[in-house]
């Protein structure tokens, strides 16, 4: 049994900190891809919601419930550049979000 003296955390805890981290990063990063790719299979309904929305606050908003998606991934998607719209691009997205969805299924062996 570990125990922690005061500030100190054993390296076991830290790790688990750190993996904890990288955890909910992967996570938000896999929220935030999820729905740029679903704003690309939508574009049109998204492209009239931003231009119907009186400022960038009420879009998001509008956005999130269009598409099911969080707050902080709503943002990314009205921040999304055009370029993001090309084949290339959502293919390496895709690829991107199956990779983050492959390590957050299957755990690692960590040493």
Not at 32 to 55: F, Q, S, Y
Not at 67 to 95: F, H, N, Y
């Given at each position: ?48 919601l ?44 895709k ?17």
């Amino acid at each position: 049994m570990s125990r922690c003296v005061g500030n100190q955390r054993t390296a076991t805890q830290q790790g688990e900190d750190r993996l904890m981290t990288e955890d909910t990063a992967n996570r938000k990063r896999l929220d935030v891809l999820d729905a740029l790719l679903a704003a690309t299979r939508r574009p049109h309904e998204v492209l009239d919601l931003v231009l119907e929305a009186a400022d960038g606050p009420t879009a998001a908003s509008a956005i999130a419930t269009l598409l099911g998606t969080s707050p902080d991934a709503s943002r990314a998607v009205i921040e999304m550049q055009w370029r993001r719209l090309t084949r290339k691009e959502l293919e390496r997205l895709k690829t991107e979000s199956d990779d983050l969805r492959r390590q957050l299924i299957e755990p690692t062996s960590q040493g």
